[in-house]
């Protein structure tokens, strides 16, 4: 088995003991998965080995995007970003509607505020709200899933759509700590609104969520530290943060201005004290 040789110190950056390794699933996609390996800082591997053991994941480079591969079967095939086809397609399809719980948490009955997601993921939501017309900043600490969402925004912008490019230059893609992110902020550069979607331990038939949140999990670990991210955005954003929640979970923090509820999960909106939301109503 052929596998660049990285010390602990050189190894990717996050709250996750998940091992990954880079391996192209074509001979002519080899140097780009060498490229990405060692921009990520993490092990390549040949294709023309056995599937190594001792990782969790492989970030395979295909013809037609980036996808992150479970080495476990139980767990399913391959997940990537896609802006164009599938699910998230039809959220831009469908994304009109201004009276759906997001919507109405972020605000948009008062304008098109901007938006910084501070736990961006796989996008789905900053991509959302880029459809309801938000510029929106998406920050992602995690360099395998923020590389995810790069290679899917990368791809979209190449498709010959109008009003998806239009959608996609409302979005702004960052690999970085959001804490950082927001403490550098002042003035102009602040937020309408930061969005936070944290990741918590499972409890009981929780465990058995989808599996791109399963895989989310794995690779970023649980937020522990979004109480501290929690504070800096309440401290930057001009208008209101807006906390995505399980249903029949306890609020981040307990005073919350207004919950807007969905089937599944509720955002929960904490109005901050700017001066621009002295008359601010939902």
Not at 9 to 19: I, Y
Not at 91 to 119: C, E, F, H
Not at 166 to 175: F, K, S
Not at 266 to 276: C, E, I, L, Q
């Amino acid at each position: 088995m052929s596998v660049t040789a990285l010390t602990a110190e050189s190894s990717t950056q996050t709250a996750s003991t998940s091992r990954v390794a880079v391996v192209a699933a074509a001979e002519s996609l080899q140097l780009l998965a060498r490229d990405l390996a060692d921009e990520l800082r993490i092990p390549w591997v040949d294709l023309t080995t056995p599937t190594p053991a001792g990782f969790d994941f492989l970030l395979v480079v295909r013809a037609d995007g980036l996808a992150i591969a479970p080495t476990d079967p139980t767990m399913g095939g391959s997940l990537g970003v896609d802006f164009v086809h599938g699910p998230t397609a039809y959220r831009r399809v469908a994304a009109g509607g201004r009276r759906q719980p997001l919507a109405l948490a972020i605000g948009l009955k008062r304008g098109r505020p901007s938006v910084l997601d501070a736990t961006a993921g796989l996008g789905r939501d900053a991509f959302l709200l880029a459809c309801l017309g938000c510029r929106v900043t998406a920050v992602e600490r995690s360099p395998i899933l923020s590389a995810l969402l790069r290679d899917g925004l990368e791809r979209a912008r190449s498709v010959d759509d109008t009003k998806l490019n239009a959608v996609l230059e409302r979005i702004a893609l960052r690999q970085d700590d959001s804490r950082d992110v927001l403490r550098a902020m002042q003035g102009d550069d602040a937020p309408d609104v930061v969005y936070v979607d944290p990741m918590y331990v499972p409890r009981g038939k929780a465990a058995l969520v989808k599996k791109e949140m399963r895989i989310c999990r794995m690779l970023v670990g649980d937020d522990l530290d979004a109480g501290e991210l929690f504070d800096a955005a309440r401290t930057v954003a001009r208008q209101r943060v807006v906390v995505k929640r399980h249903r029949q979970a306890a609020p981040l923090a307990p005073d919350v201005s207004v919950s807007h509820r969905g089937r599944v999960v509720r955002y929960d909106v904490y109005v901050t004290k700017g001066p621009s939301n002295s008359t601010m109503r939902e």
